[in-house]
């Protein structure tokens, strides 16, 4: 079993900024790429950005610039800094890791429970 606790999310007024972790825990042997993903209501989940375990980043056109990610491999943790917030960044944001399961050639493709961000006028 693997476990994504996302934490963070709140309330921010428009321009200012937010820090989403996702601590990864769980019988893990390596963990590839961990990624943030949001979803609003009616719509398709969409990547908001990604990390592989070299570092190597990429970000959705609308926070490129705006928005951070980063990880801590000794923790197993991932952030997302979030600056210049607007009103449409407003939705719930998901964290995601997949890597190998501990003891067993296996990988594993995990996901939290979302934390919300609102982002007010």
């Known amino acids: 079993q693997v476990q994504l606790v996302e934490s963070g999310g709140g309330l921010v007024q428009a321009g200012g900024s937010l820090r989403l972790s996702c601590a990864v825990s769980g019988n893990i042997f390596s963990i590839n790429a961990m990624a943030w993903y949001r979803q609003a209501p009616g719509k398709e989940r969409e990547l908001v950005a990604r990390i592989t375990s070299g570092g190597s980043t990429n970000y959705a056109d609308s926070v490129e610039g705006r928005f951070t990610i980063s990880r801590d491999n000794a923790k197993n943790t991932v952030y997302l800094q979030m600056n210049s917030l607007k009103p449409e960044d407003t939705t719930v944001y998901y964290c995601?890791?997949?890597?190998?399961?501990?003891?067993?050639?296996?990988?594993?493709?995990?996901w939290g429970r979302g934390t919300q961000v609102t982002v007010s006028s």
């Open positions: 995601n890791a997949n890597g190998y399961y501990s003891g067993i050639y296996s990988l594993f493709d995990s």
